[in-house]
């Protein structure tokens, strides 16, 4: 065998070793404590039980290859959000779509747009295809479009805006996404990442579903993880004729696994459970925005299943050492330092248990 030197083996392409690989939320306590998970955007109310029932009936075919267009959840998705399955294509989760995207459109050198604070997903994907992320300053941590227009160059394929953003959990109102779209030339993509859309409840918000419909270089990226389907993966995109066909020749020819389909279809139907999931959200992330405010601590507006929770300048109750304090008691929050956030923490929306025990437990600890 050779010597195994850099030379001497298979080498990544230029710029792979520069992506910083995506760190998942934790989900370690203590032996013996009981784990809150809040690290992770999921759904406090579970899967749809239809999704659970409907995952359980096909436990039986898994020799069976899925169909690779996944044309019952398109049919089912369609139906629901009143769109043409033509223009849906399904996804192993939506951050399968922003790779397809990003490997599609972007050639090496080619610019992405996204926010100082956007979902950490697209740099890594804008990286991976070889092109250059452009990050741009937000104003009070929400997408400042003047500067997002201001960014664009002869080499920008790509605008990348998380509506609503993670971590921050702050919107665009619709005005403003369309004068974002208006501003840019036609050849670049506008890829808007909706992944938090079910639970926003603003009238001056719309995912998207609109400006794809009207214009030929909009798409909407969907997620069925926040409402319960994240182990399952499965999301979406709705766009134009012509962006569904490039990706469709770019995917795998069977990138959607049949539980996932199955899932999918039960848990777009299921219009009760997300309807018990978003209204258990509103409640308790206006009372925990309350609590926190309370206690002293900024937090972000919030229009997602999250919030982002900003801590003292004291040194000594920093975002850190809360997160090693709720730790040690079960509650698994998320620390957000890779987002330009040292020292703050972001919380998912819990149950009712985990919610007053992060009060409880934040209130003593602010007063350690
Ligand atoms: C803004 C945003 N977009 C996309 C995703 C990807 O979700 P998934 O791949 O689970 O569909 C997430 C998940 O954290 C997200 O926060």
């Given at each position: 065998m050779p010597e195994d030197t850099e030379n001497a083996r298979p080498q990544p392409k230029p710029g792979v070793m520069d992506i910083h690989a995506y760190v998942p939320g934790k989900s370690a306590v203590p032996p013996g404590v009981k784990l809150h998970k809040?690290?992770?955007?999921?759904?406090?109310?579970?899967?749809?039980p239809k999704a659970i029932e409907a995952v359980r009936d096909v436990a039986?075919?898994?020799e069976v290859y899925p169909d690779g267009s996944a044309a019952r959840l398109r049919e089912a998705i369609a139906e629901v959000y009143a769109l043409n399955p033509a223009n849906i294509v399904c996804s192993n989760g939506s951050d399968e779509i922003l790779g397809l995207l990003t490997q599609t459109y972007l050639e090496p050198g080619d610019e992405a747009i996204f926010t100082e604070h956007a979902f950490m997903v697209y740099k890594i994907y804008v990286q991976a295809a070889g092109g250059v992320p452009v990050e741009v300053k937000e104003k009070d941590e929400r997408a400042d479009i003047d500067a997002m227009l201001a960014a664009v160059t002869a080499r920008t394929k790509i605008v990348f805006l998380a509506?609503?953003?993670?971590?921050?959990g702050t919107y665009v109102p619709f005005s403003e996404v369309r004068r974002l779209q208006a501003g840019l030339p036609s050849h670049v993509l506008l890829v808007?990442?909706?992944?938090?859309a079910e639970y926003v409840r603003r009238?001056?918000?719309?995912?998207?579903i609109e400006l794809v419909s009207s214009s030929r270089n909009v798409v909407m990226t969907r997620t069925f993880s926040k409402i319960g389907l994240g182990g399952i993966r499965v999301g979406w995109m709705y766009g134009p004729d012509h962006i569904v066909d490039a990706i469709n020749r770019m995917r795998g020819p069977f990138n959607v696994n049949t539980a996932a389909i199955e899932a999918g279809i039960a848990a777009v139907r299921d219009r009760e459970h997300t309807a018990k999931s978003v209204a258990h959200n509103e409640q308790w992330l206006t009372w925990l925005t309350e609590q926190f405010r309370a206690l002293g601590l900024r937090v972000t507006p919030s229009v997602g299943n999250f919030l982002l929770v900003h801590f003292p300048d004291d040194g000594r109750h920093t975002a850190e050492a809360a997160d090693a304090y709720l730790t040690a008691r079960g509650y698994v929050l998320r620390r957000v330092t890779g987002y330009g956030f040292p020292n703050a923490l972001r919380m998912t929306v819990g149950t009712e248990e985990a919610n007053r025990g992060v009060v409880a437990a934040l209130t003593a600890f602010l007063k350690g």
């Open positions: 809040l690290s992770s955007n999921e759904n406090p109310l579970g899967a749809s039986g075919r898994m509506n609503p953003n993670n971590p921050t808007l990442d909706a992944a938090y009238n001056d918000y719309e995912a998207g």
